[in-house]
């Protein structure tokens, strides 16, 4: 009776036992009335279903197994940012045709306000990734920051859909990166937080097809129902996306909520403070009252001890690195410099031809706008393959598959000074020189996305081994990704104009030779520190 009377208040309140208990305080909860048993109530009943979407009711959630899955997680992620890409693209042909109308902008200022709806996107993109970020590795959950993202970017539809002033617009393309800085941050964060170090390449290959379908379809979409059906019938379109990604991301559970009810539903493990103390070191446990009368002496002499070594043992001051948010932490790693320069240059190569490869199509080969868009499926197509790089670089190694993508992507970025005459041979070749910079950059992508994640669990598990402590109990995923986010984002904007300058000042040819070149250069970081030092083990 005694037994159970001291191990029935730790059953109910689910904490271990201590290691020094007093009976008679514990007997008391016997006499304690024990409150009426709950009796389940139509209200309760018909809040079940908020308690399933919510994840905070007692039972497990409906199909737990199957909204905690890697396979459902990455492709909710992979949703999240097809639907992000989808409304960034589906508006592009739409709004310089629209915004006379919608706007009352003149002709002559159409190119300029549409210049600038493009730019506050980048600019927003760049701005609310760090803050997304840091905000994201202080919260308990990933997927309440999704759900609130996918909250602004229904906010910014709404208004490029019903705005009628440019303020308006802007406003809208403001909000409008404030939800792909949350998506991309978060989500990236989430998928790290769920697949595996050796397996995150793969998983990140599947969520650049949902990038590259995006933008493969929507500009494509956006015209033809604009020529259709009009400026509100694109918006359909728009909604429609939103609502199946609000359905995924209410169903989505993660792998440490679903932990609670199922104990095979684990993600990647979160590095411990403790891994790396030493373990020569035997805490001290409280005496019982018996044992101090039997020898007060000796446990004396044990906490004094315990107290020196304590003190000799105790870590370093932190240096400023440490002392620093991870955001800015991070930034001490050449490894991940190495990798943020990597997402630097594969935005700058891939958006560069949005200034210039249409001109220049339609300069040489006589071709309107649609030829000329259609120009662009040749690079984006070969991105379909990234789950095929992923899983190399999960095999073989990052470095070697980033380094290839990188040097081989050179020769037909130089080639295309070769295509300035309007020939049959010069069409075919223009293709044929995309396809291969598509294939090859493409290859890059997967890698160095999964990158980001292994440095900052390196660079924490470094700070732990020399007893420094580490990011906090939420890591440093988001912020990570945060910088990775802030690299592509200035790619995007720097791309596209150092292009259009290059074609303006130098020609087409001189453009694609420093494009070439980049790609090429890029390749020695990428071999030096992507997977860490090259020299480290030799």
């Known amino acids: 009776m005694a037994d159970h009377a001291i191990e029935e208040p730790h059953e109910d309140h689910g904490t271990a036992p201590s290691l020094h208990y007093n009976a008679r305080t514990t007997c008391i909860h016997k006499d304690v009335p024990q409150p009426p048993p709950t009796i389940a109530t139509p209200d309760m009943e018909k809040s079940s279903w908020l308690s399933s979407l919510t994840n905070h009711g007692s039972k497990p959630p409906f199909m737990l197994k199957v909204r905690s899955s890697d396979a459902f997680i990455i492709g909710t992620i992979s949703l999240a940012v097809f639907t ?85 617009l802007i406003v809208g393309r403001i909000l409008q990166g404030a939800s792909a800085a949350v998506v991309w941050v978060v989500g990236l964060a989430l998928l790290a937080d769920t697949v595996p170090q050796e397996r995150l390449a793969t998983a990140t290959g599947w969520l650049t097809i949902g990038v590259s379908l995006g933008m493969l379809i929507s500009p494509i979409l956006g015209g033809v129902v604009y020529d259709k059906a009009g400026y509100n019938a694109v918006f359909g379109m728009c909604y429609a996306s939103v609502g199946l990604d609000v359905v995924l991301r209410l169903l989505l559970v993660e792998k440490k909520v679903a932990a609670k009810w199922d104990t095979n539903a684990t993600g990647r493990p979160p590095v411990d403070d403790n891994e790396y103390l ?34 000799q043992s105790s870590p370093p001051r932190r240096r400023l690195r440490d002392r620093l948010p991870p955001v800015l932490s991070l930034l001490y790693s050449r490894r991940l410099l190495a990798s943020l320069f990597c997402a630097l240059i594969q ?18 080969f006589n071709w309107n706008s649609t030829g000329a868009a259609l120009l662009f499926l040749p690079i984006i197509i070969p991105s379909l393959l990234s789950p095929l790089w992923g899983w190399l670089s999960d095999t073989y190694g990052g470095r070697y598959v980033v380094v290839v993508g990188f040097l081989c992507g050179c020769p037909p970025l130089v080639c295309l000074r070769f295509v300035d005459e309007n020939t049959m041979k010069d069409k075919v070749l223009i293709c044929a020189l995309l396809a291969v910079t598509g294939l090859f950059v493409g290859m890059t992508f997967a890698p160095v996305m999964a990158e980001i994640s292994a440095v900052a669990e390196a660079k924490e598990r470094k700070m732990i081994a020399n007893g420094r402590p580490g990011f906090g109990k939420g890591g440093a995923f988001a912020q990570a990704y945060a910088l990775y986010n802030c690299a592509f984002a200035g790619g995007c904007m720097v791309g596209p104009l150092l292009a259009g300058f290059l074609v303006d000042d130098s020609g087409w040819g001189t453009m694609a030779a420093v494009l070439g070149a980049l790609s090429a250069v890029t390749a020695v970081p990428s071999f030096l520190w992507l997977g860490g030092w090259v020299l480290r083990n030799k």
Request: glycine share 8%.
């Open 84 to 168: 992000d890409m989808f409304l960034y693209g589906v508006i592009v042909p739409v709004i310089p045709f629209a915004i006379g109308s919608l706007s009352h902008v003149e002709d002559a200022q159409v190119q300029y306000w549409v210049s600038v709806l493009v730019a506050v996107y980048g600019a927003a993109l760049l701005a609310f990734s760090p803050i997304c970020g840091w905000l994201a590795d202080r919260g308990s959950s990933r997927r309440t920051p999704l759900l609130l993202g996918l909250l602004v970017l229904l906010g910014a539809t709404i208004l490029l859909n019903f705005g009628n002033s440019i303020g308006g």
């Open 278 to 311: 030493d373990k020569t070191i035997t805490p001290v446990i409280a005496p019982t009252d018996q044992d101090l009368d039997q020898d007060a002496s000796k446990t004396i002499l044990q906490q004094e001890a315990s107290f020196v070594e304590t003190q």
């Open 347 to 364: 935005a700058m190569l891939l958006t560069a031809f949005d200034s210039v490869l249409t001109i220049h199509a339609a300069n040489t």
